[in-house]
């Protein structure tokens, strides 16, 4: 089990949770309130060790986290293991990871960088 046991439910149990805000069989007192999910989901897969799915494999191996953005202080910035959910990666237009963001990292934090790739694609 990946980032310490932090979601164990089946991938049928994660969707209930998404779209309700409560785990089945959890009755009412464990509901979280939130806009239901309407973005599709994928299945919950592993991102680290032997078991990798590949893309994650792939991202993982392409580059780590930009140590010296401020957000990604208590990041992982080396090693062989993606710390925790939300990561994010930047895909240049010929598939190569480019960047690669800590969960504290917001859209905001990342324009300088989408800037970067989009002007490389206009300056050729």
Do not use: C
């Not at 932090?6 to 979280?32: H, L, M, V, W």
């Not at 994650?56 to 293991?81: A, C, I, M, T, Y």
């Amino acid at each position: 089990m990946q980032f310490g046991k932090q979601e164990p439910g089946s991938n049928k149990d994660i969707k209930a949770f998404a779209q309700t805000g409560t785990y089945p069989g959890k009755g009412p007192n464990r509901k979280y309130d939130h806009p239901p999910a309407t973005f599709d989901l994928f299945a919950k897969v592993e991102i680290n060790g032997a078991n990798a799915d590949p893309v994650f494999k792939f991202l993982h191996d392409s580059l780590l986290v930009q140590p010296e953005h401020p957000l990604n202080r208590n990041e992982v910035v080396s090693g062989p293991r993606i710390k925790g959910n939300f990561n994010k990666w930047l895909i240049d237009k010929h598939g190569r990871p480019r960047f690669h963001f800590g969960k504290r990292a917001t859209l905001n934090d990342m324009e300088p960088s989408i800037l970067s790739l989009l002007d490389e694609d206009l300056l050729g």
